[in-house]
């Protein structure tokens, strides 16, 4: 029996393997070899859902196994037009790791089980909102996705059935935001919120504390900008947001998030040389997909920037021959405008 323990490492085909134990021997399982005698379809579901602007919808990513077991699987979901909001695994059988879009447009799951599994199995469940355009929203899996045997240890998917979410058209007596999530710590984040009967009077509040509106600008009577700061004491979770003109007020509930903010606490290597180019890794918590670097002062550059889960963010750190010794702050910036500084934890020898 192998002793089966779940790691993110990056092949060239899948994202997610086996960190297999047989004796004293650590095997890497690479996909890409035989064919299996089982197969796997990778589905979503619902297949189909019919939603209004700014809803939001569940879909699950779940897999059936046919004439064979799978101990792993990667179900990275992509989406359309449409704000992630959250990811879990309850009720699945594997040991799931989500890494969520936060705004990328891309969710990463991964999971494994100690034992082969089979028949019909969820994977992950996630919650998304759709955007504010009618039409439909495309759903699936990425090119990546796959499901490990266990018995031969290679990518048994023989289909990816993905779904389609219709929205509606905008009702002008219901806001509609985009985006409509922004994390903690943002700051000068513009939302567009549409409606109607708006003017330059308009006003627009947001349900509880820590969000301060900033500006408004007013494009046309359907069409409003609000410019807003998310305070690093918002509370997470969904708000409602009105807007009132005059007499008359419009407003949506729940219909935006406040997302938490990343943490980060610390850098490897945390001392570079002038002159010298690494690999360079933060790690911390509430990174997502496409989190952006920066290094404080001059010379210093981040480059090639990853996020291979939610605690930890790659990069390549380039550092000039002219740079100043001395200490660095680094700035991890999530798609959302949440910001983590992780302060004086760079130092340039």
């Known amino acids: 029996m192998m002793n089966l323990e779940g790691t993110w490492i990056m092949t060239r085909t899948i994202r997610v393997a086996l960190l297999a134990t047989v004796a004293v021997a650590t095997l890497c399982m690479n996909v890409a070899t035989a064919a299996a005698s089982g197969s796997a379809q990778m589905y979503l579901t619902p297949s189909a859902t019919a939603v209004a602007p700014g809803q939001t919808f569940t879909i699950q990513q779940r897999v059936t196994v ?22 879990t695994g309850q009720g699945s059988p594997f040991s799931t790791f989500l890494n969520s879009g936060g705004g990328g447009l891309t969710q990463y799951v991964a999971g494994i089980a100690g034992a082969g599994l089979g028949g019909d199995l969820l994977i992950a469940t996630t919650t998304l909102r759709a955007g504010c355009t009618a039409g439909s929203l495309s759903l699936g899996y990425g090119p990546n996705a796959a499901a490990i045997s266990g018995t031969t240890h290679t990518d048994i998917v023989t289909g990816k059935i993905g779904a389609t979410v219709t929205v509606g058209q905008l009702n002008p007596s219901v806001l509609c935001l985009s985006p409509s999530e922004r994390g903690q710590k943002s700051t000068n984040q513009k939302i567009t919120l549409f409606g109607s009967g708006f003017t330059t ?78 690999s360079a890794q933060v790690s911390g918590s509430n990174f997502t997909y496409r989190a952006k670097v920066a290094v404080s002062g001059t010379g210093v550059t981040a480059t090639a920037v990853t996020v291979p889960s939610a605690s930890h963010v790659n990069f390549t750190l380039t550092v000039a021959t002219s740079a100043a010794t001395g200490t660095r702050n680094i700035t991890i910036t999530n798609p959302d405008g949440g910001r983590a500084v992780c302060k004086a934890c760079l130092t340039i020898g």
């Open 201 to 278: 009077t308009s006003t627009v509040h947001f349900a509880g504390s820590g969000i301060t509106v900033k500006s408004v600008s007013v494009p046309s009577s359907t069409k409003l900008v609000a410019a807003i700061v998310v305070a690093a004491s918002a509370i997470t979770g969904s708000r409602d947001v009105a807007v009132t003109t005059g007499s008359n007020t419009i407003s949506c509930s729940a219909c935006f998030t406040v997302m938490p903010a990343p943490t980060a606490t610390s850098v490897s290597p945390s001392t570079v040389g002038r002159g010298t180019t690494t």
């Open 66 to 87: 046919t004439g064979d077991t799978v101990n792993a699987v990667e179900a990275d979901l992509t989406y359309t037009r449409s704000a992630f909001l959250t990811a």
